[in-house]
């Protein structure tokens, strides 16, 4: 069996092994040829940080950013798949930016094979001029084979972060507000909220403090790359 690897176009050969076969697993199509998939590096769990996920060897396991954010009280924690590299940045580019859709398979099969059916799972949403101007959440197109909760509204006034400085996407006020029709599903449980890029977390805090702030239980961070 044969498919074109959406990074490169080049043939993938999907052969199905007889013990493939006999173990009766649900049978995925690979989107990337192997040579491609080397481009997108991996993060390392054991050199890592243990809270946000970025890259390196850290005193104590935590990066400089974390154990700022441990300060003011705040200790999500956060898993990335990925390295942000020159080659994620070129994906985002692409997929998000220029609004290529079908790139989004990539990297389905990491979503769903690290979620369950036992998580609340939220994606950070887009604003409606978003949405409308891309025709898609960039997000919700990983989580394509995974059930999840749209829970979050943006608000009207929020910033686009794309264009922002650290210092400024750390200042930035609460850009979101939760379904009043959402409070029941989220209250006293494990949330995980689901974004593509982790930078410097506040994305993904602001979400986390709301649900918190309404009921959740626990919130931790999940992103295609760190």
Known sequence: ?????????????????????LSFKSYQEQSLCNECLNLFKVINNDLCCHMCGRSGTFKFNKCSDCLRWQKIGDSLVNHSFFQYNDVMKDYMQKYKFNGDYRLRKMFCKYFEQYLNSDMIIIPVPVSDKTFNQRGFNQVEGFLENVEYLNALLV???????SHLNRKDRISTKQPFKLKHSMKNNI????III???????????RHAGKLLIDNGAKNVQGLTLAR
């Open 155 to 161: 608000n009207e006034d929020k910033q686009t972060q």
């Open 187 to 190: 209250f006293n449980r494990n």
């Open 1 to 21: 069996m044969k498919n074109k690897c959406l990074w490169c176009n080049k043939s993938i050969n999907n052969e199905l092994t007889l013990s493939f076969i």
């Open 194 to 204: 689901v974004d593509d890029i982790y930078t410097t977390g506040t994305t993904m």
